[in-house]
């Protein structure tokens, strides 16, 4: 914007106007050269400055970043934590960024938000490790859900609920059981500060179904269970969290072709454990 009626600022004279006095200056050129100061001093010392993002490159590769007059190049790999992120800063936020290049001849920079963010993500980590270890119960919010299992956002660090972590039963769906922003109590099950990863869990908190099996189940003992699944062969029936196979042979006394025809999913049954193993 031209600066207002009155105002004082720097300029930079382009060409003298002689005696009659027409003296070609410019604002912009000054901005830039205070601007370029900061820069290289930035450069130097490795402090952080500001800047609003101008705009996306259409190619895609990153933004221009301005400062003062100056265009400075902010490649996408350097705009996030995640360098594949598809998510994109919107023109006109307003973002503070490291520079880690600069071309003196060109007047050019390349600068670095994820700098910035890989800083306040090392501090939130040494603060994560200072509060909690290995085994602790915490509690987090649902971030996000994915085909391998949810990522839980605990203390600002985003810890990852395998789908082998959330159930004791193997290949258990798991997406309908969680919503975003939904707080759920796990264990953490490995803090790895140098890859940045936090490994959480939600079947640990609860006791392995076998080992209670193991306890309190025998063969030749009598026990109520629900039919949870049917195929050609037989039914699955659980027994409180160990799913035990009903043969289609051992359903009745009666010749029956396919479970079905006995039993029904959701079915209350009471059946006679024969033996015992875990597969």
Known sequence: DPPAAGATFQVVVKSDGGSEGNTLVSKLEADRRVAW???????????????IVEKEIPSGHGYIVRMGGLGLFM????ADLK??????????????????????KKRSAVVSRRAILEEVNHELWNEFQQKHKEGDMVK?????????????NVDGIEGLLHQSDISWKKFAPFKDRFQIGQEVELKILQVDQENHRLSLGLKQTTEDPWEWAQRELTPGSNIKGTVTSLTDYGAFVDLGGVDGLLHVTDISWKRINKPSEAISIGDKVKVKIIKMRNI
Do not use: L, M, W, Y
């Open 37 to 51: 100061s900061s820069v290289v001093e930035a450069h130097e010392s490795g402090v952080k400055i500001s800047g």
């Open 75 to 78: 490649p996408r790999s350097q």
């Open 83 to 104: 360098a594949r992120t598809k998510a994109k800063i919107k023109s006109g936020t307003v973002i503070d960024f490291k520079v880690i290049e600069v071309n003196d």
């Open 140 to 152: 987090g919010a649902v971030t996000r859900k994915v085909s391998f299992g949810v990522f839980v």
